[in-house]
C-alpha cells in the first residue's frame, strides 16, 4: 500500500511517500525521516542562536568555530561546488545586503550597478576558512554569513531517506518542495513517475519523467520575482554583479542525489543558458531542463522526457 505524509520543516513543505504493507509502520517511518529533517534544521538553521551556523556566522572576521565532522564535511562539499562553478553557487550569499532586494510590489527600479556591487560585497566562498586539522570553520571577513538555501533541502530530502532504507524502507520518495529523492518503485513495479512543473502555472505538470535511485531540484522564478520595464527578474542574485537573473523561468536538474540535484539548480540558473548547459554536459550524471522567459525548452544531453 501506498502511504503519504505531507508536513512543514524547514520553512518548507515536505511530503513523504513510502510503500507497506502495515499503517502502523508506515507512521513510524514518517516519524523517523521528519526526526532526522528537524536534527538538520538545528544545525543549519540562520535563526537559532543555539545553531552551530549561527555561532559560525556570530564570529566573522573574530575566531574560527569549532564544528561537528558532519557541517565540516558539508561546508566543503559546498566549497567543491562554488570551485567548479566559479562561484555561481556560494553559500556566504547569507551576507547579502537584503535593503536592495525586497522583491515586492514595492521595487519599481533596479539599483545603480555600484550599489549592487556594494550589497555582495562579502560574498565570497574563498573567505570561507577550513582547517582540516581542527575540523574549524572561519569566515575572514567581519559581517560575512553563511546560509544554506541552496542546498539544506537537497541534503535534508538525501539525509531523510538514507534513514528510511536504513530502516529497510525499500521504495519511497522524499520531496524537499520540489528537490525530491525517489528510490525503488511504485506498487505497479513501474519507477516513479516524477513531474516537472510548468513555470506558468505553478500547479500544473509541464512534461514528466520516470526515475528510480535519482534526484531532481528545480529552482524556477516563478514564485518570487519583479517586473521592471516588461523584463522579469528572478529572485535568484548573481553574486558577482549583485543584480537579479533574468532571462530563464526554470531550471530542473536530474542527479544521483538530492543534495547535488539541489545544490546545481541556482548556479545554472546564474551561468545562463548557453553556459549552464555546456556546464552540465561536463557531467556524466548530471541532466538539466531549462525554461526561458519566452518559453523555450533547453534539454541537456543526457535527458530522455515523456
Not at 70 to 91: H, N
Not at 256 to 281: C, H, K, Q, R, S
Request: proline letters at 2%.
Amino acid at each position: 500500500m501506498l502511504f503519504k505524509k505531507n508536513i512543514r520543516l524547514m520553512g518548507n513543505q515536505f511530503e513523504f511517500t513510502l510503500i507497506d504493507e502495515n499503517e502502523n509502520r508506515a507512521e513510524e517511518n514518517f516519524e523517523i525521516a521528519i526526526e532526522e529533517i528537524r536534527r538538520i534544521e538545528t544545525l543549519l538553521t540562520t535563526f537559532s542562536d543555539t545553531s552551530i551556523t549561527y555561532k559560525i556566522n556570530e564570529n566573522a572576521g573574530i575566531k574560527p568555530i569549532e564544528v561537528d565532522n558532519e557541517v565540516f564535511e558539508l561546508i566543503k562539499r559546498c566549497q567543491f561546488i562554488s570551485k567548479i562553478t566559479q562561484g555561481a553557487f556560494d553559500i556566504s550569499y547569507g551576507s547579502l545586503d537584503k535593503r536592495f532586494w525586497n522583491f515586492d510590489l514595492k521595487m519599481t527600479s533596479l539599483p545603480e550597478p555600484e550599489t549592487a556591487k556594494k550589497a555582495v560585497a562579502l560574498i565570497n566562498y574563498e573567505n570561507i576558512l577550513l582547517d582540516e586539522n581542527n575540523k574549524t570553520v572561519f569566515l575572514k571577513n567581519k559581517g560575512m554569513r553563511i546560509g544554506f538555501g541552496g542546498i539544506g533541502k537537497g541534503y535534508a530530502a538525501e539525509m531523510a531517506k538514507k534513514k528510511l532504507i536504513e530502516n529497510n524502507v525499500l521504495n519511497g520518495i522524499v520531496n524537499a518542495s520540489g528537490d525530491l529523492s525517489a528510490w525503488g518503485f511504485q506498487e505497479n513495479g513501474e519507477a516513479w513517475t516524477i513531474g516537472v512543473a510548468d513555470p506558468n502555472q505553478k500547479k500544473s505538470i509541464f512534461s514528466t519523467f520516470k526515475i528510480t535511485n535519482k534526484a531532481v531540484a528545480t529552482s524556477g522564478n516563478y514564485e518570487k520575482f519583479i517586473v521592471i520595464d516588461n523584463k522579469r527578474y528572478s529572485h535568484t542574485i548573481d553574486p558577482k554583479t549583485g543584480y537579479p537573473i533574468s532571462g530563464i523561468k526554470s531550471v530542473t536538474i536530474l542527479a544521483d542525489n538530492a543534495e547535488i540535484a539541489d545544490a546545481l539548480a541556482t548556479p545554472v540558473t546564474v551561468m545562463g543558458i548557453e553556459v549552464g548547459l555546456n556546464f552540465i554536459n561536463q557531467l556524466k550524471t548530471i541532466g538539466c531542463i531549462i525554461i526561458d522567459d519566452n518559453d523555450k525548452t533547453y534539454f541537456s544531453k543526457n535527458i530522455t522526457i515523456n
